[in-house]
């Protein structure tokens, strides 16, 4: 979105736009799946919980963002500010994800690895 304009050929934003459902699609399908597979059964329930709840937080931050970025109007200059936003925002969560050490490097050896 950085690299886009309101000059650029429609035919990028729909590639864009493609490339981003499909991926959201997947996504979603992919956490519950690894949520499924690696929470223990006594606390799936919460577990689902807050895996719902973190997409609903998520959810209203990006609805609270594009509605600060874009109180006057809709620009390039608040397109490529949201951009960054999202940039930071990713950089910050890989660097809590790479420095949790209470993260297992490796499945339990009890549960399957597929």
Do not use: C, K
Not at 3 to 30: H, R
Not at 35 to 41: D, G, H
């Amino acid at each position: 979105m950085l690299l886009f304009s309101a000059s650029a050929w429609i035919g990028w934003v729909v590639v864009v736009t493609l490339v981003f459902g499909i991926v959201m699609g997947t996504t979603g399908a992919g956490n519950q799946t690894a949520l499924y597979s690696q929470a223990p059964a006594e606390l799936l329930g919460t577990a689902s919980g807050l895996l719902r709840t973190s997409g609903y937080i998520g959810s209203i931050a990006a609805s609270a963002i594009t509605g600060i970025v874009f109180r006057t109007g809709v620009s390039d200059h608040g397109m490529h500010l949201i951009a960054w936003i999202m940039v930071g925002v990713s950089v910050a969560l890989v660097l809590m994800t790479v420095t949790d050490r209470t993260l297992p490097t490796r499945p339990p050896a009890d549960r399957p690895t597929h």
